[in-house]
């Protein structure tokens, strides 16, 4: 199973909604990532987990709460979102080893997320 | 720091005529470059990678790429252009840290196939 699965695959919501995005993967990898895509640009990064712990934050505003439950599963917590934020959110897995051969990332499909 | 620009930011292509998709990074060490293409509304998915081992690397679907250190190019190439190809290309290097890797994108080369 080489897949990272994201659900929903799209998200409508209100300004005063609490929602969350949910990203799985069962390919054994450690680290994992949310990048956040404008239409026509490349994705941006906003959170690295690694072994269950949040390794790197890109300054991202606090209306974004991320959350490892544990190795196979991902969460991006979303409330107070402006329509700004509307945009195709990324899920992506690497495995954690040091060889550069096993070094690739497997992206999910994405959310289509949509701030009304 | 580790960077990678696109040359281009749309390319055009009749079918069944050669793809090339130029990208040069800048790297203080021997980095590891890739090429992804997302189609509309899609994820992203990778066509080759470039570690360390052989220069021209082979990818799905008919790509190619090379990597030229003395160019500081991994240019995507393919001989016959199909409708199906039509997407959005990033090329991107890797910058790994303790036990993840950060990507970096390139801005993106849309490529338009013409019938």
């Known amino acids: 199973d080489t897949e990272v699965t994201q659900t929903p695959k799209h998200l409508v919501m209100g300004m005063t909604n609490k929602k969350s995005l949910k990203c799985e993967q069962h390919?054994?990898?450690?680290?994992m990532y949310w990048y956040k895509q404008k239409a026509k640009k490349p994705p941006e990064l906003m959170f690295v987990?690694?072994?269950?712990?949040?390794?790197i934050n890109e300054s991202v505003p606090s209306r974004f709460s991320p959350e490892c439950p544990n190795s196979s599963l991902l969460n991006l917590h979303l409330h107070a979102l402006q329509p700004e934020d509307s945009a195709l959110y990324l899920c992506?897995?690497?495995?954690?080893?040091?060889?550069?051969?096993?070094?690739?990332?497997?992206f999910g499909q994405g959310t289509r997320l949509t701030v009304v | 720091a580790q960077s990678v620009t696109q040359l281009d930011s749309h390319v055009s292509v009749s079918e069944g005529t050669p793809v090339l998709l130029r990208c040069n990074y800048s790297s203080s060490y021997s980095p590891s470059l890739f090429w992804y293409v997302q189609h509309p509304n899609k994820g992203l998915q990778l066509l080759l990678k470039?570690?360390?081992?052989?220069?021209l690397v082979k990818g799905i679907n008919g790509f190619e790429a090379e990597f030229k250190k003395s160019e500081t190019s991994f240019h995507l190439t393919k001989p016959s252009a199909h409708m199906s190809d039509a997407a959005e290309y990033f090329c991107?290097?890797?910058?790994?840290?303790?036990?993840?890797?950060?990507?970096?994108f390139g801005s993106g080369t849309r490529l338009l196939v013409r019938p």
């Open positions: 470039y570690t360390s081992a052989a220069t």
């Open positions: 991107v290097v890797s910058d790994t840290m303790d036990s993840s890797y950060k990507l970096i």
């Open positions: 992506a897995s690497t495995p954690t080893f040091r060889d550069r051969e096993r070094t690739e990332a497997f």
């Open positions: 987990y690694s072994y269950e712990k949040l390794s």
């Open positions: 390919m054994g990898h450690r680290a």
